[in-house]
């Protein structure tokens, strides 16, 4: 007979939660160092210290679930990787305040601490059973993120030196896109097409479109990242193709939520809906404001995006993670999540998007309280797995 | 075999889970199994299966999924039963 699931194959909550809780740290920091500073160095407190830490925060819990292999020491592999990216990224970002050469320091920390967690997931994933649009898209995604890696040591040790060359300034938005629209935006394709049709009831997209999103971006990354080296024509040419490749992987995905069961609304929806709203912007904005481009693809796109998955994956991680331990009694995922509140942390961020890609000090306050809120918000669902994680298992007093 | 049908199609995570963990409570081998009617792969369920000692067979049919769970000893009998609703 059925004896109860006392056992799960999926990594303890407390790896991911590292990830998380280093995500919130960063954001705070960048809100209080737009109060003074909004070059590239504090652009990065965003692009690793939050949207990467939360992509390595879900990555490795999507992994054993989506793709059916696992870290074998979860927790030690999220401490690894998590410490040297960590200081790694506190002492890239000072060294531009304080010492430049402090920059070569920081530089290792980030290839060890990224390299080794992105060489290891790339590893796991091709050794994965099966795979999907989803797993692909993660494989092209990881080894984007290790190019981009690679490059940002180049230029980052080169700045370090004092020696900028004249590879400095060709390497650097090829850096750039490889980061934003091979790491970042292929892993968001990749993640979605798994939680909208899971947390948003609508059916799946065709397994086709999703692979020929997959696919046809990928390629146009390679394209983008090589044409370049041919000429500056063939680089513009790749590159629009790509943002207008985002734009249609925006609209079948607009509209796959628009084909939900349930006409639920509800402030997570409204996140994606921006997130993905914002890449129709990105053609435009490329000719005319660079920075602009910049806000609106990283706040605008990635980090709507990512907010909305924290809202849903933090709450079910937490029900899944202490149900599985044989608890019934537990609130629900909507009774851990205030809507008022993540509704209102959803206009703080758009405000503070705005405002960023403007007159970036005014966006200071409002993306310190972006990020007190969200942090507030999920505080609850955390709280209540470590409640339960206190209590006894009613399996064990069987 | 007695079919328990568990349509998950419209419901919300963490319904789906619960319901079919619920109904494979009262899943007997040789008796029954779990045929569960969803919109993707209920890949976090499947995962919970393996230390369970609880199989499962998936057939996509168009934009459905249907996930058969049975015990080990049964696997023939449910091969056979799904072959000949499909035909
Ligand atoms: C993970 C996501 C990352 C994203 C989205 C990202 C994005 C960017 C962007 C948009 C720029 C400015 C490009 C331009 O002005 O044309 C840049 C510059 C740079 N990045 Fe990254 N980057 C990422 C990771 C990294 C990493 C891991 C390193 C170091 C190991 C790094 C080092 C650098 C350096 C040194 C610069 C030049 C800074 C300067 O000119 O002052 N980046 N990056």
Known sequence: ?398 | MREIVVDTREFEPPAPMQMVLSELQSMLPNQSFVHQIHRMEPTMLFNRLKPMGIEFIVRKDGEEYHIYYFYPEDRAKIQELIDVSRR
């Open chain 1, 1 to 398: 007979m059925f004896q109860g699931v006392s056992l799960d194959q999926a990594p303890p909550f407390e790896a991911p939660l590292l990830f998380f809780l280093g995500a919130l740290f960063f954001g705070l920091l960048g809100g209080f160092a737009l109060f003074f500073d909004s070059s590239i160095a504090t652009l990065h407190l965003f692009t690793i210290g939050v949207l990467m830490m939360v992509m390595f925060g879900a990555l490795q819990q999507m992994l054993p679930v989506v793709v059916g292999v696992k870290f074998e020491h979860p927790f030690k592999a999220a401490l690894l990787a998590f410490f040297p990216i960590f200081f790694g990224l506190v002492l890239f970002w000072s060294a531009f305040w304080l010492k430049l050469s402090l920059l070569l320091v920081g530089v290792s920390l980030l290839l060890i601490g990224i390299g080794g967690f992105g060489l290891v997931t790339l590893f796991k994933l091709f050794k994965a059973p099966y795979t999907s649009p989803t797993v692909i898209a993660m494989r092209l995604s990881l080894l984007f993120l290790l190019l981009a890696l690679l490059l940002g040591a180049h230029l980052g040790s080169s700045l370090g030196l004092m020696k900028v060359g004249k590879s400095f300034e060709l390497l650097l938005p090829i850096h750039a896109l490889l980061a934003g629209f091979g790491w970042i935006g292929l892993l968001i394709v990749g993640v979605s097409f798994q939680v909208i049709p899971m947390f948003y009831v609508t059916p799946e997209m065709e397994e086709k479109k999703r692979k020929l999103l997959v696919y046809a971006l990928g390629f146009l990354v390679v394209l983008s990242t090589i044409a370049p080296f041919i000429h500056p024509k063939a680089a513009l040419i790749a590159f629009i193709t790509l943002l207008f490749g985002y734009l249609l992987y925006a609209l079948l995905t607009l509209r796959q939520l628009q084909r939900r069961k349930r006409a639920l609304k509800e402030p997570t929806i409204l996140f994606w809906q921006i997130g993905l709203g914002s890449l129709f912007f990105l053609p435009m904005l490329f000719f005319f404001d660079p920075q602009a481009f910049a806000i609106v693809g990283i706040f605008g796109f990635a980090m709507s995006v990512v907010f909305g998955m924290l809202y849903k994956i933090i709450p079910f991680l937490a029900w899944f993670h202490i149900s599985s331990r044989g608890f019934f009694d537990m609130p629900t995922m909507k009774e851990m999540i205030s809507e008022k509140l993540a509704l209102i942390q959803l206009f703080t961020h758009i405000a503070a998007t705005l405002l960023l890609a403007i007159q970036p000090p005014l966006a200071a306050p409002l993306t310190i309280l972006s990020f007190l809120l969200l942090g507030f918000n999920l505080l609850r669902p955390v709280r209540i797995y470590f409640d339960y994680k206190k209590r006894p298992s009613p399996f064990e007093m069987r």
